[in-house]
């Protein structure tokens, strides 16, 4: 059965500190990999997708990056964290266009 | 612009009582609409999708292309029903993303 998973759980880190969170899902090929940030009162927002290696498309301008280095490997990196960076993030998998299947997610506080 | 707007944060009933979680969506095509529900300490998954016309756990929601509302009901809450609810919509391309609204918690008392 297919499984995703995030790391960290947690993570603290200054205003002006590198960023990296990463998200792997196992038994799947190919998937589509989703990032959303969920902030305060603001619902799930999109922030990367990537429908194979390599291809990453932004929705939203930000300090953030992502990167898909292997098949079924997602990273979301940032040179020098902000405060409103601070959020809850969310990976997600799906087999193209169909359900998307949610980590458990990373929270980030940034101080 | 692509939108989905959840105008409640909060929704607060008893249990036994009917429920209607509310969405409405902007799409100038014909989107694909869905909920999603997340439990205490669980992680965010599917509750219902429009086009399987399934009901999942007493709940139903019928798109209506006229209002641009895709209404999540149950006629009977029950207390496991207290949740955070996202609606959301996709286009039918390739991408499969997602555009969420702001959520509504449900809270079913007792």
């Known amino acids: 059965s297919q499984t995703i998973h995030q790391w960290p759980a947690t993570l603290v880190q200054p205003v002006g500190s590198p960023l990296s969170l990463e998200c792997t899902v196992e038994g799947t090929s190919n998937p589509n990999l989703y990032w959303y940030r969920q902030a305060a009162g603001r619902g799930l927002q999109l922030l990367f997708y990537s429908v194979g290696i390599g291809q990453i498309s932004s929705e939203v301008p930000q300090n953030l990056s992502a990167s898909r280095p292997q098949d079924r490997q997602f990273i979301l990196s940032s040179k020098k964290l902000l405060l409103s960076d601070s959020g809850f993030y969310l990976c997600?998998?799906?087999?193209?266009?169909?359900?998307?299947?949610f980590g458990p997610g990373t929270r980030l506080l940034v101080l | 612009a692509q939108r989905v707007t959840q105008p409640e944060k909060l929704l607060s009933v008893f249990k036994g009582a009917p429920v209607e979680l509310k969405c409405n969506y902007s799409?100038?095509?014909?989107?694909?609409l869905f909920w999603y529900v997340q439990y205490s300490r669980q992680r965010l998954q599917l509750l219902l999708r429009?086009?399987s016309r399934e009901s999942i756990k007493g709940f139903t929601a019928d798109l209506n292309k006229g209002e641009t509302s895709f209404h999540l009901k149950k006629p009977f809450a029950q207390e496991e029903d207290s949740a955070m609810y996202y609606c959301a919509l996709s286009d039918f391309g390739n991408t499969g993303k997602l555009i969420f609204g702001q959520g509504t918690t449900l809270q079913v008392k007792p």
């Open positions: 997600a998998w799906s087999v193209r266009a169909g359900t998307q299947y």
């Open positions: 429009h086009i």
């Open positions: 799409y100038s095509g014909s989107p694909e």
